[in-house]
């Protein structure tokens, strides 16, 4: 001990020094380390935490937010998971913590939590009550009184127990109130009451039942045909649903989701549950048409009225609407590929509408037309020499002597007549049927019209100047005479003819003017315009008797017999016309009392020997007069 007194206080000053240097070295360790420790975050601060920084929604309980028990119970979990704004579901990432404990009476939040969001769900423990107040009397639940069960499962009931002061059985004096549908999810509540000695105690078991069966439905929200988008609303059922796929691969979490789509097909959503199962609902789309409807269109004119006709086609929606339009101006709107026109137009189109409301403006084809032509050539005598057109037949009555035929010929050519569709002879007399004789030589002629045939008309009826000149070009031209009768009736072109005389035929030996008493007797119709030919007639009374006044009731007549004639009055005041064409080379009619009876219901006169050339037009609807013409200003 002596030694080692004397060593420290030799040393002391040594020792001292050693031991401040140890003990300087271990403060400054501690300082280096400290510093190096400046470079990192404690884990409990650090931002990027991965529950922090997830994007969710919502987290979702299943089952109701507040549960009762009693003590002693077990708890049985309803269910959850949390979707993020991807409508990705999460479920075994959720944390749940909890202070529950199902022995001790008292209120518990059980907290779900993932991320920023947290949601709780209420546990309330509630004392178990086996007995009665005041009594000895036991009543209690068997079982659980919170039991979860899946959609489709089997409720078991467990029952309860009831026994009085003597340990006797009571249970059948507990009233048992509530049931529960295990098919559609939800919570129910059944209550037990006894009632016992003017005291009553009510239990209550929850059961919650869980969806596990997903379904959907998927709505348009319009099944109109349009040219936009629809908007297609989800409605998910189950409380099992985790996410929904739309078809473009996006995710929606909500039970309530909308899909818009632009175009028609076939749409798939896919619909999943928590734990990845899932099924598919489709649906198909067919009413988007953004299509315009196209056609084509075209104006026509018949029988003196004007059709546009349109053929539309719209492969999608069709067609729902036609709007038409001439020289500019709306005409009218209607369903229908076809409308009539009253007047003559020179442009038109049509708008068309499909269901969808896609519209196209369709110019129409003006088909060219003519008004219907009827021109009383002046041949400068008492001859007939009539030329009817419209836009496309013509018809040619009568001619006069066959010296007239060249100025007959001249004067259709000089209108660009090539073809007569139909020539007709109103008697056969040669001073109206001769000059046909140069209509076969320089026309196309097709159809010829007589009262009578001419082969046989010779030894009967006629007298051979009658039959010189056009029965030697019928045959050598190798026509067919056709033999026009009361009430035949031709349609040629847009015009109609009514035969209404001869009623009756004069033999040879009667009149040596028997061929005026056999004369045709017709009346043209185009349009509303009506005309009437009468060629040298005569039998007025008998037409009279065979004919109601609505057929005979015309605009036109050419006075028979080149205005010596008889009609009478009551034919005249039934034909009320409004033109008078008097085909004479002086006014015979002015020695008739016709002429007033006519002046009586309105008709103007007109005279070849005073007005020349006279033609009358019709659009179907309305005549104008006029005198003097120049065939070459018609010309076609």
Excluded: W
Excluded at 25 to 32: C, K, M
Excluded at 101 to 113: A, C, F, M, R
Excluded at 467 to 480: D, N, R
Aim: glycine share 6%; aromatic share 12%; with cysteine.
């Amino acid at each position: 001990m002596k030694n080692i007194a004397n060593f420290y206080q030799k040393n002391q000053y040594y020792i001292y020094l050693f031991f401040f240097l140890v003990i300087a070295s271990l403060v400054i360790a501690i300082i280096v380390v400290n510093m190096g420790n400046d470079n990192f975050v404690d884990d409990n601060s650090n931002p990027d935490n991965y529950e922090e920084t997830l994007n969710i929604e919502k987290i979702v309980l299943f089952g109701s937010k507040t549960i009762e028990l009693q003590e002693g119970d077990n708890y049985s979990e309803p269910g959850y998971y949390a979707v993020t704004y991807d409508g990705e579901i999460k479920k075994n990432e959720v944390k749940v913590t909890s202070n529950l404990d199902i022995n001790k009476v008292g209120t518990y939040l059980i907290s779900y939590s993932l991320g920023d969001k947290t949601v709780s769900r209420t546990v309330k423990i509630l004392k178990k009550e086996t007995t009665l107040p005041n009594t000895e009397i036991t009543f209690t639940l068997k079982g659980n009184s919170l039991v979860v069960l899946d959609q489709g499962s089997v409720y078991k009931e467990e029952g309860y127990e009831a026994f009085d002061e003597n340990n006797q059985d009571i249970s059948d004096k507990v009233l048992v109130q509530g049931e529960v549908n295990t098919n559609m999810p939800g919570t129910y509540n059944i209550s037990y009451t006894l009632k016992v000695n003017n005291q009553e105690k009510t239990l209550t078991r929850q059961v919650i039942v869980n969806s596990t069966l997903l379904d959907a439905v998927i709505e348009p929200d319009t099944k109109d045909y349009t040219s936009g988008q629809i908007t297609l609303t989800i409605k998910v059922t189950g409380e099992s649903f985790s996410y929904l796929r739309n078809p473009d691969s996006t995710f929606s979490s909500n039970k309530i989701s909308t899909y818009q789509v632009t175009k028609n097909g076939t749409y798939k959503f896919y619909i999943y549950d928590i734990n990845d199962n899932y099924l598919v609902k489709e649906i198909q789309v067919s009413t988007i048409d953004k299509d315009i409807p196209t056609g084509i269109c075209n104006l026509k004119y018949e029988n003196g009225r004007g059709i546009i006709s349109v053929i539309a086609q719209d492969n999608t929606s069709k067609i729902k609407e036609y709007k038409y339009y001439g020289n500019g101006s709306l005409l009218g709107t209607t369903s229908s590929s076809n409308y009539d026109v009253s007047s003559k137009l020179t442009s038109a189109y049509v708008v068309l509408y499909d269901a969808a409301n896609n519209s196209n403006r369709i110019n129409c084809n003006v088909e060219k037309t003519y008004d219907l032509e009827v021109h009383f050539i002046d041949l400068g005598d008492d001859e007939d020499a009539i030329l009817i057109r419209d836009s496309t037949k013509t018809i040619f009555i009568d001619g006069g002597r066959y010296n007239k035929g060249t100025a007959i010929t001249n004067y259709l050519k000089n209108l660009g007549v090539t073809k007569i569709d139909v020539l007709i002879g109103s008697h056969l007399h040669y001073d109206h049927i001769q000059a046909q004789a140069k209509l076969l030589e320089n026309f196309e002629v097709s159809d010829i019209y007589y009262p009578q045939d001419l082969n046989t008309c010779y030894s009967k009826y006629c007298d051979k100047a009658d039959q010189k000149y056009i029965l030697s070009a019928i045959k050598e031209y190798k026509k067919t005479i056709k033999i026009l009768k009361v009430e035949d009736n031709l349609q040629i072109g847009d015009m109609n003819i009514y035969c209404i005389g001869p009623i009756k035929f004069q033999t040879k030996s009667q009149n040596k003017y028997r061929q005026n008493y056999n004369s045709l007797n017709f009346i043209l119709t185009y349009g509303n315009t009506k005309f009437m030919f009468t060629g040298d007639g005569v039998q007025y009374s008998e037409i009279l008797e065979r004919f109601p006044s609505n057929v005979l009731d015309i605009d036109v007549l050419k006075y028979p017999h080149h205005g010596n004639a008889s009609l009478g009055k009551k034919f005249v005041n039934t034909i009320t016309p409004k033109y008078v064409v008097i085909t004479s080379s002086r006014d015979k009619i002015s020695e008739r009392s016709e002429k007033t009876y006519l002046k009586n219901v309105g008709a103007e006169f007109y005279y070849n020997y005073k007005s020349g050339n006279i033609l009358i037009t019709s659009d179907g609807n309305n005549l104008t007069v006029k005198t003097k013409v120049n065939p070459s200003n018609y010309k076609r």
